[in-house]
């Protein structure tokens, strides 16, 4: 049984840094294989709290090996930065990190494009993290710009990126931009990411073999998704989504682990749902309820600090993700956040012109234009974050994870309470016994 996946099933943010932590006990190897640093994932313990960007978040447990594999993008020295960070407060990163070849490299230029393009865009922003995930990814696709982390180890890098300089002069400035602000020096960055080069050197290497060699001998992988599943490029709530497949379809291509592998996928949810940046979000509270979960959840981006727009759980949402990722069971996170709530409201269906639906709709304007129909539930006045077992949950609360179970499909195995990797509920208390 070598390998479990842990995947968001709304729009990020659902706490997935927490559950891969926790789940890194049981595990040999935890692999993130989609996204950059546009995640952000946040790992308290012991009262500190650490915030991951491209190293996964199984780092805590140096005798777990730690991949960042072929379908992440990497900005260098963004990397080297959190390495350090991790580094200065006691957490052993040497090893036990193993960077992939053939990840793609995010260059300055893709910052600039990622900037232009969000402004430029007529109508509603996507509101990326700005973070030139899109661009890297696009000249993945279009292979002619790109440089993988491979190659600046190659005698022919100081050409690739002075090419590659020379036509995105012109197509910044084809985009409005002024050489002035943008300022590409191909022997200046050429120099700069030599130096990356030199001291990521000792983190890369070929993680696709790697992993194969390792579920063939049977060790345990646990693969951490970035993002959420509704932000996935081609499943989500395009164009308003990430440039990459952040549902449970993007193990395979991500990590190059056939997904015959991953025996187990464990989808996580908040207990209400949150979104950053653009595009239509149904059940969104733009009132004094979701002010309510904004304040009392930290709803604010942990890359960015961008105030999350907070809503009602959707299941119509999270039932197709489940099943796009091939969910067995579910995390609901961040439960204590609706204490106090006198009345909790979950979105079954949808009406869109007048017809009652349970699909989520697959163009984005449809979904501008659905109606949740809510189900109404009793709250619960009392804080929960100190309880640690299934049973102590009030009825309320209790009753709310059922109808999440039954409405999404999945059965309930873990509740988070709190941020603290202890503030957590196993459904079969094995781990609270
Ligand atoms: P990720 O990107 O999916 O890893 O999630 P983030 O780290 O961006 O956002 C989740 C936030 O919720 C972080 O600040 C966590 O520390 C926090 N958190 C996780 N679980 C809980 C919980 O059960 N209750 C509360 N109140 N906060 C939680
Ligand atoms: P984690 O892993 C929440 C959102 C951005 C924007 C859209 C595209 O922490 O859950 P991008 O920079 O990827 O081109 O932005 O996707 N987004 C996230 N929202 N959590 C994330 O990651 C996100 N990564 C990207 O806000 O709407
Ligand atoms: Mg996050």
New binding site residues.
């Given amino acids: 049984m070598p390998a479990t996946s842990v995947v968001?099933l709304q729009w990020?943010?659902?706490?997935?840094?927490?559950i891969v932590d926790i789940l890194t006990e049981r595990n040999d190897i935890v692999v993130r294989y989609q996204g950059g640093a546009n995640?952000?994932?946040?790992v308290?313990m012991d009262g500190q709290?650490f915030?991951l960007s491209l190293v996964p978040?199984g780092i805590f447990r140096p005798e777990v090996q730690c991949v960042i594999a072929a379908g992440v993008v990497i900005n260098p020295p963004s990397l080297l930065q959190e390495i350090e960070g991790l580094v200065s407060r006691g957490i052993q990163v040497s090893k036990n990190l193993m960077v992939s070849t053939r990840a793609h490299l995010i260059f300055p230029w893709h910052f600039e494009e990622d900037r232009l393009m969000n402004e430029s865009t007529s109508g509603e922003a996507i509101g990326t993290t700005m973070r030139g995930i899109g661009p890297c990814y696009r000249d993945k696709v279009g292979r002619s710009y790109a440089i993988r982390l491979g190659d600046m180890y190659r005698d022919n890098f100081a050409d690739r990126v002075e090419q590659i300089v020379a036509a995105k002069r012109k197509i910044l400035t084809g985009l409005g931009c002024t050489e002035d602000s943008f300022l590409l020096d191909a022997k200046k960055i050429h120099a700069q990411y030599c130096d990356y080069a030199e001291r990521l050197r000792p983190f890369v290497g070929d993680t696709t073999a790697y992993l194969l060699d390792a579920v063939e001998a049977n060790k345990k992988v646990l693969f951490e998704g970035?993002q959420g599943a509704l932000l996935d490029i081609d499943h989500g709530t395009f164009p308003f989504v990430t440039s990459s497949n952040s549902s449970g379809v993007g193990v395979p291509s991500g990590s190059g682990v056939p997904g015959r592998w991953v025996t187990k996928v464990l989808g996580?949810v908040k207990a209400y749902c949150t979104r950053v940046g653009g595009g239509p979000f149904p059940t969104e509270q733009d009132n004094a309820i979701g002010q309510h979960i904004r304040e009392?959840?930290?709803e604010y981006g942990?890359v960015t600090r961008r105030p999350r727009r907070c809503g009602w759980f959707d299941v119509v949402a999270a039932r197709y993700t489940a099943r796009l990722s091939g969910v067995d069971s579910l995390a609901v996170?961040?439960?204590?956040?609706l204490s106090e709530l006198p009345e909790l409201q979950i979105c079954t269906a949808y009406e869109l012109d007048g017809k009652r639906i349970m699909n989520f709709p697959d163009h984005v304007e449809d979904l501008r234009r659905v109606v949740p129909v809510y189900e109404s539930m009793p709250g619960w006045q009392e804080e929960i974050?100190h309880i640690r077992r299934f049973a102590d949950l009030p009825q309320q609360a209790r009753d709310y994870l059922d109808r999440l179970s039954v409405l999404v499909g999945r059965p309930v195995e873990v509740v988070?309470?709190?941020?603290d990797r202890q503030?957590t509920i196993f459904a079969n208390d094995v781990h609270n016994a």
Avoid: F
């Fill in positions: 968001g990020g943010d659902e706490a997935k840094g927490k995640a952000g994932h946040t308290v709290t915030k978040s970035a996580i009392k959840g930290n942990t996170m961040l439960l204590d956040v974050s988070s309470v709190g941020p503030q």
